[in-house]
């Protein structure tokens, strides 16, 4: 399917976003190896949360899904061997998440996905759960299709070389199957919802620094999980209302997290205007109401330990760059090459395509900003984060933007267009 944006005269309303992802297949793997039931609400009904659903169902797991209401009846950690391949779609999280969980069954599951999950890495999971006893064969070592032969795991200290939440939960998901207690120490602190996650539960999680220690032993409970709404699916409202003229737009109930809020950071250091109400904690995770209006913006620089607290938003934050005075200047960020396209090479050259002076560099990209874009034909290359960041991008740009393949955001966020058309 392709879309067609247009440029827009303002932006004005009150929306809420879906379900945050990484919190969502958390709630449906942790409350799967849980004892009894877990209720989830407001779960995220995009393509890769339903692949966790469907895999964890493969391995006999009791999921009923109404709405966005979720109900697992938990099955303690030991599953059934699946009768099937197990595919996780275009979902990164699921096939990384799972791996962990299957290194400590008692049986072998083979594990594949789409195109782009055959060519993401696996080696930086492959490698930790190794050392902890588990066997997995992978074409090439690295990639899925992938089977990991279930074992007796111990327990390890593995100092990761990229700060990877997925990398990082894998390890614990495993640890809770050894027999002795697991330390992963993080070059920057990732996302922490399965710490988060884990403590609400009743597993024994110490948090150190970077240092996180797992303990295996303890019982782990079904919960009530109330998904907040996802700060990465906000980005795409928080960036267009900042940019737009005359806009004011509150998004409410969105998970604020710090480990996931360098999107607010960034754009308040260039000059936004957001502000944060009604400010709360549940199910340990921060949420809050946030309200963003118009602004003029200025380029700056982002790197170091900012970048895993903003990694998915750094293509539509390329976008807010190319309306900022001066340059920007995106370092740090090789990661962006294995996510679903390789986001440093497609944002940069789409956004070429529509007349900006963007650049890519080898860990990142350089954008100066010129205020203007035109409208074009560009492609999302089947990545919903590089969809929405260029449907920002036709917002902003004069005439008209027609996005291909722009049926990519059901990944992340099926109603993304139809909620900006409220607005
Ligand atoms: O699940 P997937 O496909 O890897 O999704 C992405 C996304 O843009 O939605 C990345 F492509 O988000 C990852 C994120 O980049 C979700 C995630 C998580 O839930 O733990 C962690 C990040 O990945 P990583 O590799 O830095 O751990």
């Known amino acids: 399917m392709d879309i067609e944006v247009k440029k827009k005269r303002f932006l004005k ?78 979902s990164g999280t699921t096939i990384r998440l799972l791996m962990g969980i299957l290194a400590g069954q008692k049986f072998e599951t083979t594990l594949t996905g789409d195109d782009s999950i055959k060519r993401r890495p696996m080696g930086r999971v492959i490698t930790p759960l190794s050392m902890m006893g588990a066997k997995i064969e992978a074409r090439e070592g690295n990639f899925a299709p992938l089977t990991v032969f279930g074992n007796k795991l111990k327990g390890i200290y593995y100092k990761m070389p990229i700060a990877s939440a997925q990398v990082k939960s894998s390890i614990m998901l495993a640890s809770l199957y050894a027999d002795d207690k697991t330390t ?34 303890y019982k782990l409970q079904g ?25 004011e737009v509150t998004i409410k109930n969105v998970n604020v997290n710090p480990t996931r809020t360098g999107i607010i950071d960034v754009i308040k250091e260039m000059g936004g205007d957001i502000v944060l109400t009604n400010e709360r ?56 090459k294995v996510k679903e396209s390789n986001r440093i090479n497609t944002i940069t050259s789409e956004l070429k395509k529509m007349g900006a002076k963007i650049f890519e560099t080898e860990d990142g990209m350089i954008i100066e900003g010129t205020g203007f874009l035109k409208g074009n034909t560009v492609e999302s290359y089947n990545d919903h984060r590089i969809a929405m960041s260029l449907w920002v991008a036709g917002l902003m740009a004069e005439g008209e933007t027609k996005i291909k393949n722009a049926e990519c955001v059901n990944i992340s966020y099926p109603d993304f267009y139809k909620t900006f058309d409220m607005l």
């Open 13 to 90: 309303g009150i929306i809420s976003v879906p379900g945050d992802k990484s919190i969502s297949h958390r709630a449906v793997m942790i409350g799967s190896i849980a004892e009894g039931i877990t209720e989830i609400e407001n779960f995220l009904l995009g393509e890769d949360c339903i692949s966790t659903i469907n895999c964890m169902k493969n391995l006999g797991v009791d999921i009923e899904l109404k709405g966005t209401n979720v109900k697992v009846q938990g099955k303690g950690l030991y599953l059934n061997k699946s009768e099937k391949i197990l595919d996780v779609g275009n």
């Open 184 to 217: 992963i120490e993080e070059p920057y602190p990732s996302r922490n919802h399965t710490e988060l996650m884990f403590s609400s539960f009743g597993a024994k999680v110490e948090v150190n620094g970077t240092k996180i220690t797992c303990y295996p032993g």
């Open 223 to 247: 919960q009530k999980v109330i998904v907040p709404g996802d700060i990465s699916s906000a980005a795409y409202f928080i960036v267009a209302a900042t940019l737009v003229p005359n806009s």
């Open 281 to 336: 904690t549940i199910n340990n995770e921060k949420v809050a109401d946030i309200t963003v209006k118009t602004s003029r913006l200025k380029g700056i620089e982002i790197g170091g330990s900012l970048i895993p607290r903003l990694i998915d938003e750094i293509p539509v934050i390329a976008v807010a760059a190319v309306f900022a005075e001066g340059k920007t200047v995106i370092k740090d960020a090789e990661e962006l």
